[in-house]
Every structure is written in structure tokens, then in C-alpha cells.
């Protein structure tokens, strides 16, 4: 995977997803979203909106892709999805 | 992890089956978690993120998930919400249909459990009989919390049904969606329907989340009580490692609630979990294992007598 389009990194994009897991420290794209970060169902509520707001996709285009997230690999490729998609 | 795998409690994901003042309700209580978490989010937004857990009319994804976590077969349960909530958007027979239409596409997958209000009267409870006799459904499925305890006399006529059929019932049990009554969902008001009816086998749900003990009190002391542990995906992993030390291993059914949890991760997800989180305690003997995860389902389920007069007027002409 590209680890840049644009302006958003895969590291910005992490650092989002951080700011809906609190306990969590650094997060890296290979990360397992439940059983690394323990993220629940509003936890994946909260990663959804912030990335919404931070980086301008339309998260309803993707919620299927959203419910089937394992990793914070793939939320990152749905971002660049949405990204290459505007 | 073992050989069979049965899951005794799950749902279609489809908005036809939850009303949507069912489905405002978690919506409500998600927004309020979300708020809580410094995100303040509009309901509309919260209810379209939540509207996409439940696009699997036809069981397609349910199925693909089973097949990944080695599920061989699930339990499909039909709660009745058409007489307490009047938005639902379907009645129950037309939810019936919808389910004898999902379990025809996937043979061999699915056992339907229908829930049919017992305010309905006559006419639910022929439609009951129908489900079983002429539709080839396995079991029946209550709420409670609707409006109703578990050993109402309006029950009664169900119970004899599955008396007669050796088919089981499934109830919900605690909480749920804020429009309905939660006092109502308490286990010990199976307790004289259970005595009435010792030739019924009654199932509690989501026994490992709530009123745990209660639930295994009663399965302990009751020859006919039993409960499932759908809910444990919900950080609960510990309340079922406890339930499964208690000794009543034989009382225990493995069961998800999908789709509830479809936001936290796959059905293989969830079985691999038992084992990670450790919910299955390192001393429970293999023979044990194979009860929950199959053998008490298939116990239960395989007591069915396919033929048998008709219990209720009319219940095969419709």
C-alpha cells in the first residue's frame, strides 16, 4: 500500500484513529482494531465519524467496508478509497 | 477448537425484522455513548452507520461468516414486536414467510424458531401450530418485554403446541431496546410455566450478560431450563468463563445474536476469541466442550416429532 496520497499519511491516518481509542498508545497499520486497540461498536462508531471529519470522505459510501474492518489497514485503504474518490 | 459448532441464537439482519422504534432506541442509547465520549454526532447519522449492520436480508453474509468460523448450523429466532410496536413495518406473517424463504435458499443451515404475540389470540396461535407443523419450524420465540411474563396463562395454549411437537422455546431475557418494558424480562417468572410444563425444554437468553445467576440457579434446579450465552462478545468474556466453571455445562448453548454484535468483529472473530479472551476454561474437559458448542443443540432440537393431530383450530388451513 502507498504510504502517502496526497496529504494524508498513514501515520495521520493512525494518529486520527488514536483519538477514538484513548487507551491505546501508538497504533500501526497492522494492528488487529479488537483484539489490539479492543475497539467496541461505538469505538468503530467514533473511528468512522473522526475520519469523516478529518479527512472529507463520505463515510456512508463505505459502511459495509467500515463493518468488516478487522484492521487499521484497512480502515487506511477505505480512507484512500474515499481520498482517490473527491 | 472442536468439531461441530451450532449457534443458537441469531437474527436476519434486515430492517423488516426491528421496528424502527426498536431500532431508535439503540440508536438513542449509542448517540448517548458517543456524546459521552466527546463526539457529538445527530441521531441521523448515528442510525445510517447502524442501518448498514442490517442489510443481509437473505442470510448471504451470515452464511459466508458460518462457513469462516466453522458454524455448521444457526438458529433463527422470529421476536414478535407487530402487537406491542405498531410502526413495524411487516406483520408476522409476512416475517415468517420471509424466514421459510431464507431457510429454503440455504439448505440444511438453518432451524427457524417463531415468535408469535400471545395477545394475537385464536388466530397467532393457529398461526404457531402452521409454523411448526406444515412449515417445518423447530421451536418457538418469546419477548417478553413486549408485554407479557412467561407464565401468562395467554402462553399456555403455545406451550401445549410444544409440548405436543417436542420442540423447544427460546425467550429473551433483560434488557433491550428502551420502547419496551424491561421488568418484564426477569427468569424467575418462567418458574410456573416450567413446572407446568416439565415436558417443554425453555431456553434463556443471553444468560452470561444478564441476571446471570438467577438464570443459573434456575437451570441448576429445573430439569427443563437451559440458557444460551449470546452477548458474551459484549467484554464479557470473564462473566462466561465463570458460568462455564459452575457445573451446568450440560444447561449451556454456544449462541451469538448476530447481527447485534456485527460492529465488533466477524463470527470467526468471535469463536477465536472464546479462546484468546479466555472464556473457555483450560480445565473444561473436551465432552464438555462438545455439549456447548453442539451437542446440547442438537439434543434439544433433535426431540421433534415432525407429524402429530392438530392442537389449535385450523392451524393447517391458514
Redesign the interface.
Known sequence: MSTETGTITDATICRIIAG?VPRAGSITPSMS???DLG????G???I???LEEHTGID??EY??E???A?YVCDLIAIVRRGSDAR | MTSRIIDFHCHVAAEMCFPPSFRDGVIDN?TV??EA?G?P?SKA??A??Y???L?DPLCDQLVAEMDEAGISEAVLLIPDFTHALPDSTHTIEELIDHHRLVRDRHPGRFRIFAGVDPRWGEDGIALFERSIAEYGFDGMKLYPPCGYTLSDRLLYPFYEICAAYRVPVLTHIGATAPVLDFELAQPIHIDQAARDFPGVDFVFAHATVHYTDECAMLCNNRPNLYLDVSGYE??ASARLNALLRRGINHKVLFATDWPI??????QA?FID?LI?DGAIPDTMPESERAMFFAGNATRLLGKKKVTHPPISKGALHG
Open positions: 477514538a482494531l479488537q483484539a475497539v467496541d461498536s461505538v468503530l462508531m467514533s468512522v465519524f473522526l463515510a456512508f459502511v459495509q467500515f463493518i468488516a478487522e | 449509542i455513548a458517543l465520549r463526539m454526532v447519522k448515528v445510517k452507520l442501518a448498514g449492520t442489510q459484549a467484554s454484535f456485527r460492529l465488533q468483529g466477524r472473530t476469541r484468546t
